[in-house]
């Protein structure tokens, strides 16, 4: 009984001891396996994980592809020449490049189509700009009201709408938030060009913003554009062939305008001119005239004439009529600057370089023979005349690299200019490109030149009223001017034509030497 009461309490003892050594054995770190073992294991494992998820053969292809090619191209570039290895990051460079390129590229594309297709204002909005500008939703202004858009832009939205008295109307609806917007907006714009300017100096175009800051403005002015749409009016009414939208007054506002609604084409629209049965040679000239009119007349010229704001529709006489519309941004060209502006073009058309220097002047700009070209758009030789009104490849690579290469020497030239002439090239320009997707059926030069010759002799008779009282005498002052410029045109064209055919007739009978510069001479 002794015994066992004895092996009891020993066995008590050791109870805490055994599990005390167990906790100290099994607190010991385990030994490592050798790494040969360990790598057998691993391999060992990896097929049978490889068999659960089978990769498919398309990521296959393409994860050897990233990895191969980079690393064929650095083999290919370490063990290749000195000039290999230039062309070789040329390549790469490129590529990046191109890449940047197209990445902003379809940024501005995406953010544009998605404000023009998507961002539309809806029921609500319209609605509630309707309220707080007349007191009154559109069901109740108009007897139809069409909440989807017909068209959209940066600052309003058109809907289709019916008065009453059941005319048809166009409403061009701005955005609610717009005026809360533009400070910010331009403010924004202020200093992303200072930070291009900073990064680029040559390539400042800060001062453009400030000079045309408050011309902008007037464009979120929508009583400010139908005024300036009744003015256009009266400004071409002798131009039949012109029609400007009437404004219904009692239904616009400063964010809200309707004016009449008018159906037509844009005029760079071809086959849709040509299935009217217009001719576009007639389009293209009475584009020129109207506007040309503007520039060298009346001063009063619409500065966003682009293809969505000039429609062509069959008049009652079956030939074409040209819609113009969006008169939001004008600018105003004072009689100083517009009759130098039609002596310049005069002079540059018969290549009279003491004229053109003279009234480039006038401008504020002394490099005329530059701002000549800027103005036209073309090569300015003096004592040669353009053979065509066509621009040959041979002008257009001139005038990439004259702006290529002269850039600074240009934006000296616009900074002399009078602010209002920016806006009078863009409407130029504008043109320009019309009548190029057009074909270039007319001679725009001529035209142009034509209506500053006209433009000049009405500014003059004006002047001196005391000569040319009389309307009888002024419209003769203006044919006998234009008679004279057109028979100086024809005698200058005349006298070189002459002069090729004597300098042939020369060479023909060995009396002159044949040399590249005389082939030039022939060719101009």
């Not at 002394?366 to 701002?371: A, E, G, H, I, V």
């Not at 000296?412 to 920016?422: G, I």
């Not at 010759?453 to 040319?468: D, E, F, I, P």
């Not at 309307?471 to 008679?483: A, N, Y």
Request: aromatic share 8%; proline share 4%.
């Amino acid at each position: 009984m002794a015994a066992s009461s004895d092996s009891v309490v020993l066995l008590t003892l050791q109870s805490p001891l055994c599990h005390f050594h167990c906790a100290v054995l099994q607190s010991r770190p385990q030994r490592w396996p050798v790494p040969a073992a360990f790598l057998r294991r691993s391999l060992r494992a990896l097929p049978a994980r490889w068999s659960l998820r089978p990769q498919p053969l398309w990521k296959k292809v393409l994860s050897s592809t990233a990895v191969g090619l980079p690393l064929l191209f650095g083999v290919r570039y370490f063990t290749a020449e000195p000039r290999e290895k230039r062309r070789m990051r040329l390549m790469v460079d490129g590529i990046g490049r191109f890449s940047r390129s197209l990445s902003v590229g379809l940024q501005i594309s995406v953010d544009y189509w998605w404000c023009t297709n998507v961002i539309l204002r809806g029921v609500e909005e319209v609605d509630e700009l309707f309220l707080e500008d007349f007191q009154a939703p559109p069901h109740e202004l108009f007897q139809e009201f069409d909440y989807q858009p017909i068209a959209a832009a940066s600052l309003a939205q058109v809907h289709r709408a019916r008065l009453h008295d059941g005319t048809a109307v166009a409403v061009k609806v701005q955005y609610i938030d717009l005026r809360d917007r533009f400070d910010g907006d331009i403010q924004t714009l202020e200093l992303l060009l200072r930070l291009v300017e900073l990064m680029h100096p040559s390539f400042g175009f800060s001062w453009v913003l400030q000079d045309l800051k408050g011309t902008l403005a007037q464009e979120l002015d929508f009583e400010n554009e139908g005024r300036n749409a009744e003015r256009c009016a009266r400004d071409l009414q002798h131009f039949r062939y012109v029609v400007v939208p009437r404004v219904h007054w009692d239904t616009s506002s400063k964010r809200v305008l309707t004016a009449e609604f008018c159906e037509g084409c844009k005029v760079n629209d071809v086959e849709a001119i040509k299935s009217m049965g217009l001719a576009v040679q007639d389009i293209a000239e009475k584009l020129i005239k109207a506007f040309a009119e503007q520039i060298f007349y009346t001063g009063f010229i619409h500065s966003d004439p682009h293809p969505g704001n000039v429609l062509v529709r069959k008049g009652p006489d079956g030939k074409a009529e040209l819609v113009l519309l969006d008169h939001g941004l004008y600018q105003f060209l004072d009689q100083k600057d517009r009759s130098a502006l039609c002596q310049l073009w005069r002079a540059i058309i018969l290549r009279d370089d003491i004229s053109m220097k003279t009234h480039a002047a006038t401008l504020g700009v002394q490099d005329y023979l530059l701002f000549s070209e800027v103005l036209m758009q073309r090569p300015v030789h003096l004592g040669q005349l353009w053979r065509s009104h066509l621009l040959s490849r041979e002008e257009a690579a001139y005038m990439q690299a004259m702006a290529r290469e002269h850039f600074e020497d240009i934006m000296a030239v616009l900074k002399a200019l009078p602010r209002p002439m920016l806006l009078v090239l863009r409407n130029i320009n504008t043109v320009r490109a019309i009548n190029t997707a057009l074909g270039t059926p007319v001679d725009r030069y001529f035209l142009m030149a034509k209506s500053a010759v006209r433009g000049w002799s009405r500014l003059a008779g004006t002047a001196h009223t005391s000569v040319c009282s009389i309307s009888l005498l002024r419209h003769i002052r203006v044919v006998w001017e234009t008679l004279k410029f057109e028979v100086a045109l024809r005698l200058e064209t005349l006298s070189m034509r002459l002069t090729a055919l004597l300098v042939r007739v020369l060479v023909h009978l060995d009396l002159m030497p044949r040399t590249e510069g005389l082939y030039q001479y022939l060719e101009t």
